[in-house]
């Protein structure tokens, strides 16, 4: 049974850094696809960040370019989220997924975990 879970949300003011981890597990990954998706009120679930857990290529959003590093230590079967000069309109619930880099492309969601930025 796959497993995501991640850890790492909270509160952070604005212009402050926080780090997003995404522990899989119940298969290999090493050829998967693993993104950050985030959720905030009243929209859409959105990809900001992806990774290809074998080349280590990554995308990100336009929005979070400059600011956020997906990286992954296939050893661990971990992906992370660096996010740096988080903004408010950062706030989210955060989502690793597995899968794909389109919400109808991922076969599988974690938990999510909530970060807030106050400004």
């Known amino acids: 049974q796959v497993q995501l879970v991640e850890s790492g949300g909270g509160l952070v003011q604005a212009g402050g850094s926080m780090r997003l981890s995404c522990a899989a597990s119940?298969?290999?990954?090493?050829?998967?696809?693993m993104g950050w998706f985030r959720q905030a009120p009243g929209k859409e679930r959105e990809c900001v960040a992806g990774?290809?857990?074998?080349?280590?290529?990554?995308n990100y959003a336009d929005s979070v370019k400059g600011r956020f590093t997906i990286s992954r230590d296939n050893a661990k079967n971990t992906v992370y989220l660096q996010m740096n000069s988080l903004k408010p309109q950062d706030t989210a619930v955060y989502y690793c997924?597995?899968?794909?880099?389109?919400?109808?492309?991922?076969?599988?969601w974690g938990q999510g975990t909530q970060v807030t930025v106050s400004s």
């Open positions: 119940g298969r290999t990954f090493s050829r998967s696809v």
């Open positions: 990774i290809r857990m074998s080349l280590g290529i990554t």
């Open positions: 997924a597995v899968g794909g880099l389109r919400v109808v492309d991922v076969d599988y």
